[in-house]
């Protein structure tokens, strides 16, 4: 069984002092996923749909702030497309300072939907597909939390409140870790500590959107081993198949 991971400390979230622990994003680090959908299963087994990857690009300057990349694409098999076709491509550009968004990009399919945005921020003013609007101070990107959280010190059973920014929705969410579970995945098997988000003091994966994540250890180093999103029709749950360039 692969390690526990450790507890992570982070304080430079939201612009506080920070201390020594792993990197969050490391340009060229990219994460491979088998796809599943939670009700499709044969016997207790879920039933491979589709793949994902999760990959950090070479820093860029967006709006005269060096960012960080990152790439989220989620694509269903020929299977997969005829219970739920997907084709979801979405890229984020995060402060290296403050690890705020600056960009997103979405090309969303879904079933019979498809969607396309672009979210520029500038300070406290968001532009999406040309309609200016008014976001708070710190808000982040749902898909690079998912970066963040594997540092961040939230203790077994405790929860933390962050702001995020999905397009024009804002939103806070109330993040619980909810204590170590195994977690099975073709990387093998992980202890690992799920962070799941809270409503009305449950937690629960309720609103589109939303997204559970276990990290577990390899090579001595916190990754996001399973990832489950809530869509309009289900949840879909990404299981570690591969990660490369990951360094200690």
Avoid: C
Wanted: hydrophobic residues 35%; charged residues 30%; without cysteine.
């Amino acid at each position: 069984m692969k390690k526990i991971i450790p507890i992570l400390f982070i304080s430079l979230l939201l612009g506080q002092e920070t201390i020594d622990r792993d990197p969050i994003f490391i340009p060229g680090e990219e994460y491979k996923y088998d796809l599943f959908v939670d009700f499709i299963k044969v016997g207790p087994d879920l039933i491979k749909l589709g793949s994902a990857s999760l990959n950090t690009k070479e820093i860029e300057s967006i709006n005269g702030k060096e960012a960080y990349h990152l790439n989220f694409v989620v694509r269903t098999s020929k299977v997969g497309d005829i219970i739920y076709k997907i084709r979801d491509k979405i890229d984020v550009w995060v402060d290296v300072e403050t690890l705020t968004v600056v960009k997103q990009v979405k090309k969303l399919r879904e079933g019979n939907r498809k969607r396309e945005s672009t979210t520029i921020v500038k300070g406290n003013v968001a532009t999406t597909n040309n309609k200016e609007y008014d976001v708070p101070k710190n808000v982040l990107d749902p898909y690079s939390l998912i970066m963040i959280l594997k540092n961040e010190n939230i203790g077994e059973k405790d929860s933390k409140v962050f702001t995020i920014l999905d397009g024009k929705k804002i939103r806070e969410i109330e993040i619980q870790n909810i204590g170590i579970k195994t977690v099975r995945t073709p990387a093998g098997k992980f202890d690992s500590y799920p962070y799941k988000p809270l409503h009305n003091g449950k937690s629960a994966l309720k609103n589109k959107g939303d997204i559970q994540v276990s990290y577990g250890l390899v090579n001595d180093r916190a990754v996001p081993v399973k990832i489950s999103l809530k869509l309009n029709n289900g949840v879909i749950v990404l299981k570690l198949k591969k990660s490369s360039n990951i360094i200690n």
